[in-house]
């Protein structure tokens, strides 16, 4: 392989520490701080990141560097030191010299934030489409190619790594395709503060409010984070209402629907609730196998069928959870010479559940737990015995098994060594009693507090 995708592998690992900052820093700091960070090269366990910028050097030198390094030894499993680069030019007054670009950087960061070119990464048509989000791909195709009509305002809402932001994206990428000259702008809801802030600061509110109130389409994500915020509320109400009154489109984006949002201002709430309002759930199982191997595919990594179906099983969190797996997958295969395997899978995800159990070591609990209630073992619900007991106990089993795991059918199938129709009789067969019998439905219950550890 060669130098250049050599760096590019260890590039993509780069991506995934950055990925996991996002458990303590905004996004804001992030791209400020490490967006323009290059991987020059990675050898033997030294890892040379080079900086342009003479301030982002000696702040990630004096703060983040032994972050950097702890995520990067985490990640590929063994001791990695990192070495930084300044590689911008030298000046002759150092350090202040430095913060003058710096500013400009940051700028123009912020000013392709809000008016984002088109990119073809986040269409579309590279939205992956199952039952928990065809609602919201559907609501914003539609405001895409009709702004300012039926659904004004659209409010999407999800937990954060479901899709958000790739349809806000989409969105905006079709708007400029139907009509190049439209004027979008896109923030969050923290930079929309920060920037009235900043204005209030410098007495150039006015200016606020011609950018805000004199566009086509204006689109938020995570609004939430407005919430008790007296002025940024008051100011957004009015910004709303001007735009509304325009006939201008408005799409937000927030963790949960506008009536949950503590803090935030009832009149602002029901004007939240006059257009559309769609959620996007978790991914099921059958969407996450989609989404794995339509990733996979994007970056060249080839997943075989089983590994794909116990990805799928075992990643529940989120879309970037999947995709960090296939980073992995992908740079544990490159770094040790072999092919992705199950075993190679097993120690992926080993770090990636954060201590929650990978779909087999539940299976074996639910076993156990059926034995304990029932008396019947593992060799006898597996096995070719079909009488009464038993095979009521193996209706249990394979009800637990598809509650509890979201396991396919087909994989149910094939640890109890029987057709997918008689899994799918027994699980309906389970599934009827727990819905119609309440003491049968109380032992279920039971049984799933053992299994979880809570009982």
Not at 58 to 79: A, P, Q, T, V, W
Not at 259 to 282: M, Q, V, Y
Not at 321 to 350: P, R, T, V, Y
Request: aromatic share 10%.
């Amino acid at each position: 392989m060669s130098e250049k995708n050599y760096i590019e592998e260890i590039s993509e690992i780069w991506e995934m520490v950055k990925d996991s900052f996002r458990e303590t820093m905004t996004e804001t700091t992030i791209n400020l701080w490490f967006a323009d960070v290059k991987i020059l090269s990675f050898e033997n366990d030294t890892i040379t990141m080079g900086i342009a910028s003479e301030l982002k050097f000696n702040i990630i030198r004096d703060k983040y560097i032994s972050s950097i390094e702890s995520k990067f030894s985490s990640l590929l499993g063994f001791d990695i030191h990192v070495h930084l680069n300044f590689i911008g030019s030298a000046t002759s007054s150092g350090k202040l010299a430095a913060k003058a670009p710096e500013k400009e950087t940051k700028k123009e960061e912020r000013k392709i934030r809000e008016t984002p070119d088109f990119n073809f990464e986040y269409t579309f048509e590279n939205f992956i489409i199952g039952s928990t989000n065809k609602f919201a791909q559907a609501a914003c195709v539609a405001v895409a190619n009709n702004p300012a009509t039926n659904y004004n305002p659209l409010f999407i809402y999800g937990n954060s790594g479901l899709g958000k932001t790739h349809l806000l994206y989409a969105t905006i990428n079709r708007l400029k395709q139907n009509n190049p000259n439209i004027k979008i702008i896109y923030t969050n809801g923290e930079d929309f503060t920060n920037q009235m802030i900043a204005c209030l600061a410098n007495k150039t509110m006015e200016d606020f409010r011609d950018k805000y109130r004199k566009c086509d389409v204006l689109l938020i994500d995570d609004i939430q984070f407005i919430a008790g915020k007296v002025a940024t509320q008051e100011e957004f109400f009015h910004t709303f209402n001007a735009l509304f009154e325009d006939k201008k489109q408005i799409i937000l984006t927030s963790d949960r629907p506008p009536r949950d949002i503590k803090t935030l201002e009832d009149r602002l709430k029901s004007r939240f609730e006059w257009g559309l309002i769609a959620d996007i759930e978790p991914p099921d199982l059958e969407l996450r196998i989609a989404i794995i191997k339509k990733k996979a595919e994007q970056v060249n990594v080839f997943i075989p069928d089983d590994v794909l179906t116990y990805l799928g099983e075992n990643l529940r969190s989120n879309i970037r959870q999947i995709e960090g797996a296939i980073k992995k997958l992908g740079a544990l295969s490159f770094l040790s010479g072999k092919d992705i395997n199950m075993n190679l899978a097993h120690e992926c995800i080993a770090e990636l559940l954060g201590g929650a159990e990978p779909v087999n070591i539940t299976v074996d609990k639910i076993f156990t737990a059926v034995f304990r209630k029932y008396g019947i073992s593992k060799e006898d619900l597996i096995g070719p015995k079909r009488n009464k007991e038993i095979a009521n106990a193996r209706h249990v089993a394979i009800y637990l098994i598809r509650e509890m795991t979201e396991m396919s059918f087909p994989n149910i199938s094939k640890v109890f060594n029987r057709d997918h129709a008689t899994i799918m009789s027994s699980y309906n067969k389970a599934l009827s009693m727990d819905q119609m019998d309440a003491m049968f439905s109380l032992e279920i219950s039971d049984m799933k507090k053992e299994i979880t550890g809570q009982a």
